[in-house]
């Protein structure tokens, strides 16, 4: 069983930036595909990228591509994601989450989930 924590949330002006972090308790982390979803007032959650756990391929949501990036360390079992030029539509609590199918696009797809972290962004 992995458990997944995320840091880094917080509140930021529109077209600021943050860097979410995620730090899985095991080693198994290493071999899983990773990613991070979220989930605004009043909406389902969403994915938001991935990274499978070679870290040769990312994915990322038409919202977010070329704002966002996300990253990993597998020596430190870390995920990362780092967001700039932010919007008040990317306020949510973010979720870092772990899977061990290849590609990671879907909330179905998640067998990991950590408890969130919240992120406001002010107009």
């Known amino acids: 069983q992995v458990q997944l924590v995320e840091s880094g949330g917080g509140l930021v002006q529109a077209g600021g930036s943050l860097k979410l972090s995620c730090a899985a308790s095991d080693e198994s982390f290493s071999s899983l595909t990773a990613g991070w979803f979220r989930r605004a007032p009043g909406k389902d959650r969403e994915f938001v990228a991935s990274?499978?756990?070679?870290?040769?391929?990312?994915h990322y949501a038409d919202s977010v591509k070329g704002r966002f990036t996300v990253s990993r360390d597998n020596s430190k079992k870390m995920l990362y994601l780092e967001m700039n030029n932010m919007q008040p539509d990317d306020t949510a609590v973010y979720y870092c989450?772990?899977?061990?199918?290849?590609?990671?696009?879907?909330?179905?797809?998640?067998?990991?989930w950590g408890r969130g972290t919240q992120v406001t962004v002010s107009a």
């Open positions: 989450a772990a899977a061990r199918r290849v590609l990671l696009l879907s909330v179905s797809s998640v067998d990991y």
């Open positions: 990274i499978p756990w070679l870290g040769s391929r990312t």
